[in-house]
């Protein structure tokens, strides 16, 4: 399938193309479905796999090329696997991975991906999220599985049961965050508790912020002008638009 003028740009940007081959799938609940993957070659390119890894995805939408970004899940860089975790709604790339059984390939981009775990490591982690960002939240906690974790996910559900969130009762504590008036509500209550959870030395934590646009500038700006986080101590990404 060609990439029309997005995978000219990420060509030109140094993107690199690979083709996966669905070896299997699962349903995880009735809103997460994990589909199994070779990785065509992704991990051995690139020395393996880093936490929050991810690759921009291509579907075909009514004959035109849509790419969406997903994080690896388990990735396997020895069996050159991984799997990619859908939050399923309406959309095109839903629909493919509701569809989708061993066989099947689909390509993927690789192209903006970068992260290193912060140095010296955290004493404490403070996690902002939804259900696009789900993957990569688990994806942090497997890689500081010491550090004790606060997150705040944006989501319907009313428990963190109901969510294949990766949590040690004893070292996350988890609010969930109904979304309202485009993500003010999350912005709200975040901003309610960080600075008491911070305390007045910011300096030995770290703050992850991954959900739509707007909101992740909000708290990013946030941490660093109002909060006093270092820069370095903050990593922020716009992961959708609303």
């Not at 066989?103 to 993927?108: K, L, N, R, V």
Request: aromatic fraction near 8%.
């Amino acid at each position: 399938m060609s990439h029309g003028w997005e995978g000219v740009v990420l060509k030109l940007f140094r993107g690199r193309d690979f083709t996966f081959t669905v070896t299997g799938a699962e349903q995880i609940d009735e809103d997460f479905r994990r589909v199994r993957v070779t990785d065509g070659g992704l991990l051995a390119a690139t020395g393996g796999a880093h936490p929050t890894m991810w690759v921009r995805v291509w579907f075909d939408r009514a004959g035109k090329p849509h790419q969406r970004g997903y994080t690896l899940v388990d990735p396997d860089p020895e069996a050159g696997t991984f799997s990619l975790e859908f939050a399923l709604h309406d959309g095109t790339a839903s629909d493919w991975a509701r569809a989708a059984k061993a066989g099947d390939t689909i390509d993927a981009t690789l192209q903006g991906t970068g992260f290193e775990l912060p140095d010296p490591a955290p004493a404490r982690l403070f996690v902002v999220g939804d259900p696009a960002s789900l993957p990569a939240i688990n994806s942090l906690l497997d890689a500081l599985p010491e550090v004790p974790a606060t997150l705040w996910f944006e989501t319907a559900h009313s428990s963190p049961d109901d969510l294949p969130l990766r949590l040690d009762p004893d070292r996350h504590t988890v609010h969930l965050v109904p979304r309202r008036d485009g993500g003010a509500r999350l912005v709200e209550e975040v901003k309610a508790a960080l600075p008491a959870l911070l305390g007045p030395d910011p300096s030995d934590a770290y703050v992850w912020i991954a959900c739509d646009t707007a909101t992740t500038r909000a708290l990013a700006g946030y941490a660093r002008r109002k909060l006093g986080v270092p820069r370095e101590r903050v990593n922020a990404t716009g992961y959708w638009r609303p």
